[in-house]
C-alpha cells in the first residue's frame, strides 16, 4: 500500500495516467527511544514507515486491514495496530516495537515468558502479541484468563498457540502483582518499553 | 491506496475551512467528498486500501482537543467526538452511569482498535457488506445506480428490517446501538452554525439513496455526543450474538433498558429497546417500548415485545435465520436487564 494505485476498477474505468512522485512529508518520531526523521509520502502507514523505511521489521503486515494484530505497536505505551494509522498521524509521539521492548541482551519479561511457555510456533503473530501483552497489562483492565482471552483477541494466531500465550500472559501478570505488593514505585514502572 | 495530501489543522474554524464548498456531496459518509476528515483512520483507511473511498485530501481532525468527556448543566454528560472509544468505555462517569454504553463499546473491535478509533469517528463507520468492499462487483451504495451485489447474492449478514430495494445493508456499530436506546444527541458545527440531532434522526434508512448513511452534511464536523441524565444502570444490558466470541461483528445485538417499579421491581414503568446487526441504522421502535410499559417484567410480556418488533421483519436467502435469533436475542437482554430468570 506504500504505492499509489492508478489501476482501473469499477466506476473508474479510465486507465489513470502514472501519478507523479508523490510530495513526501517530514515526520519526527522517537523509535524505541531515539528521535528519527523520516520523509514519508503521506499515505504511508505507520506500519510500513516501519517495515520499509526503519528496517524494523520485527513488527509484521498479516492483514494491512486491522484484523490480526501482528502490526501491534506502543504509541505513548498504548497498543495500536500500525497498519490502519498513517505515519504522519503519529507526528511527535513514541513508537514503541518488538525490537525495543528488550533492555540490552536482557529480555523484556514478556519476551522471557514467551519463550519459557513456548507460546509460538511460526513465530509471526509473536511481535503483535507480546506488544500487545504488554500494552494490556499497562491499561491494567485484566485479571482472570477470561480477561486475558478476552482483552488479547485482538492477536490471532493461526498456529493455535493460545492457551500457551494466555500461561505466559498469566505469568508475567501473576509476577507484576506480586511484585506491586513488595514496591509500590514498581507497579508504576512495570512494562512498556525503555523510556 | 490512491495518493492524497494531507493537513492537520490547528482549529475547528481551520478544519471547517478545509471541507467548505462539499455539503452538495451528502453525508461525508456517502458518495466520494473530494476532502474527508480523519480521526482514529480505522475505517476511513482501510476503505481507502479497499479503494472504496478515494479522497484526494485528509484533514487531520484528531488533535483538534474534542477528546474530553464532560458533565453536562443538566445533569447528562458530554462525550467529544475525538475520545478515544477505549476511553469512553472505561470511563468511571461513563461505566457507573451508561453501563450499557461501556459494555456496547467494549464488544465492538479489539483493545487496539478501541484505542484508536474515536466516537465521531464510530458512528460515521461503513457498512461491512461484503459487496460494498469489493470493488469488482456491483453496489448501490458505493457507486450509486450499479445494482445490489448482496440481494441474490450472499446475504448472510444483511439486514431484516427498513430494507429496501436498492440495498440490504446494516450499520455495524455497537456503540450507536447503546446510544440509540440511550436517545443521545449528536452535537455538530458547520459553515451554518451548531446543530443538535437526535440520535434516532443520525443515521438513515437505504431508500433510494443508499449511498447516503448519515444526515449529517460533508461540510460539517462532529463535536460531541450527549447523554441526557438517565442512563438505566440499574436495569439495562448490551447483548451481542456474533460468529465468535470476540472480535467479530454483531449478527444481531440488543440494548435492552428498564425503569422497573412496583413491588420488588415487578411491573415494567418505561423502556427502551434498539437493536443493532438488523438494518441500516439502529433500530427502535417505539411502539413496542410504549406496549411494554406498565406490563408486568415477565418472559411472556417479553416475548410479546419481540414479536411484535419483529412483525415485518423480511428474510432473505441467507439471513432468515436472523428473525429468530433477534427474537431470542431480545428476550434474553429485556430478562436480563429486569434480573428474570431466563432459560
Ligand atoms: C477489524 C475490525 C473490527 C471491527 N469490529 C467492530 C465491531 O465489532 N463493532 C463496532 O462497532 N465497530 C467495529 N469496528 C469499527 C470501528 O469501531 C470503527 O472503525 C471506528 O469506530 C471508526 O472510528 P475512527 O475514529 O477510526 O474513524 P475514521 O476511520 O477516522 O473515520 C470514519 C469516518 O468518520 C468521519 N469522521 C470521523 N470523525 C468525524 C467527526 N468528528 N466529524 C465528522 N466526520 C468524522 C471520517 O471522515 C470518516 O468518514 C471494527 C473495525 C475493524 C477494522
Ligand atoms: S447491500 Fe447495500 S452495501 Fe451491500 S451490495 Fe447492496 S447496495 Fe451495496
Ligand atoms: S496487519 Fe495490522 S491488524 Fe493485521
Ligand atoms: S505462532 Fe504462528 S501464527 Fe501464532
Redesign the pocket.
Known amino acids: 500500500m506504500s504505492q499509489p494505485t492508478g489501476s482501473a476498477s469499477l466506476g473508474h474505468a479510465q486507465q489513470q495516467p502514472a501519478p507523479p512522485p508523490p510530495d513526501l512529508v517530514e515526520v519526527t518520531l522517537t523509535i524505541n527511544g531515539s528521535p528519527k526523521t523520516l520523509h514519508v509520502a503521506p499515505w504511508t502507514s505507520l506500519l510500513d514507515a516501519l517495515r520499509l523505511q526503519l528496517d524494523l521489521t520485527g513488527t509484521k503486515k498479516g492483514c494491512d ?3 490480526c494484530g501482528a502490526c501491534t505497536v506502543l504509541v505513548d505505551g498504548r497498543r495500536i ?1 500500525s497498519c ?1 494509522t498513517l505515519a504522519v498521524m503519529q507526528e511527535g509521539r513514541a513508537v514503541t516495537t518488538i525490537e525495543g521492548l528488550a533492555r540490552g541482551d536482557a529480555l523484556h519479561p514478556m519476551q522471557e515468558a514467551f519463550v519459557e511457555h513456548d507460546a509460538f510456533q511460526c513465530g509471526y503473530c509473536t511481535p503483535g502479541q507480546i506488544c500487545s501483552a504488554v500494552g494490556m497489562l499497562e491499561e491494567g483492565r485484566a485479571t482472570t484468563d477470561d480477561d486475558i482471552r478476552e482483552l488479547m483477541s485482538g492477536n490471532l494466531c493461526r498456529c493455535g498457540a493460545y492457551p500457551n500465550i494466555v500461561a505466559a500472559i498469566r505469568q508475567v501478570m501473576d509476577a507484576q502483582a506480586t511484585d506491586a505488593k513488595g514496591t509500590d514505585a514498581k507497579a508504576t514502572n512495570k512494562a512498556g518499553g525503555p523510556s | 491506496m490512491r495518493a492524497f495530501s494531507y493537513d492537520r489543522p490547528d482549529g475547528v474554524d481551520a478544519a471547517l475551512r478545509a471541507v467548505a464548498g462539499q455539503a452538495e456531496s451528502g453525508s ?2 456517502s458518495a466520494q467528498p473530494p476532502v ?12 481507502m486500501k479497499a479503494d472504496v ?1 478515494r479522497p484526494d485530501r485528509l484533514v487531520d ?2 488533535r483538534l482537543g ?1 477528546d474530553g468527556i464532560e458533565e453536562t448543566d443538566g445533569g447528562g454528560l458530554r462525550l467529544g ?2 475520545a478515544r ?1 477505549a476511553d469512553t468505555a472505561y470511563d468511571e462517569r461513563v461505566s457507573t452511569r451508561y453501563p450499557m454504553l461501556s459494555k ?2 467494549l ?4 483493545a487496539q ?2 484505542n ?11 457498512t461491512r457488506c461484503y459487496y460494498f468492499y469489493d470493488t469488482g462487483t456491483p453496489c448501490n451504495k458505493r457507486e450509486p445506480g450499479t445494482g445490489c451485489g448482496a440481494i441474490g447474492g450472499v446475504n448472510r449478514i444483511h439486514a431484516i428490517l427498513g430494507a429496501s430495494d436498492q440495498c440490504i445493508a446494516v450499520h ?5 446501538v447503546a446510544l440509540a436506546a440511550l436517545e443521545a444527541e449528536v452535537r ?1 458545527t458547520g459553515p451554518r452554525g451548531e446543530r443538535v440531532i437526535p440520535f434516532a434522526e443520525f443515521h438513515r434508512l437505504p431508500g433510494d439513496t443508499p449511498q447516503i448513511d448519515s444526515t ?1 452534511a460533508a461540510d ?4 460531541a455526543i450527549d447523554l441526557p441524565p438517565q442512563g438505566f444502570a440499574a436495569h439495562s444490558t448490551y447483548l ?1 450474538v ?1 460468529d465468535r466470541a470476540s ?4 449478527l444481531v445485538s440488543v440494548a435492552a433498558a428498564l425503569e422497573l417499579e412496583g413491588a420488588n421491581g415487578a411491573t415494567i414503568r418505561s423502556a427502551r429497546l434498539a437493536l443493532g446487526g438488523v438494518a441500516h441504522k439502529p433500530w427502535r421502535d417505539r411502539e413496542v417500548e410504549a406496549e411494554l410499559a406498565g406490563k408486568p417484567a415477565s418472559l411472556e410480556t417479553f416475548r410479546d415485545a419481540a414479536r411484535l418488533l419483529l412483525r415485518e421483519a423480511k428474510g432473505r436467502s441467507h439471513n432468515a435465520f436472523k428473525i429468530g435469533l433477534a427474537e431470542r436475542a431480545i428476550v434474553r437482554a429485556l430478562a436480563e436487564a429486569a434480573g428474570v430468570e431466563h432459560p
Request: charged content about 15%.
Open positions: 486491514h486491522g484484523q495496530n490502519l | 461525508p459518509g474527508k476528515f480523519v480521526a482514529g483512520g480505522t475505517n476511513l483507511l482501510d476503505l473511498m481532525i484528531s474534542l467526538a475525538l472509544n456496547a463499546i464488544a465492538g473491535a479489539s482498535l478501541r484508536m478509533a474515536t466516537n465521531g469517528g464510530n458512528l460515521l463507520q461503513r455495524p456499530s455497537d456503540m450507536c455538530v449529517l460539517e464536523l462532529i463535536t451481542k456474533r472480535y467479530a461483528f454483531a
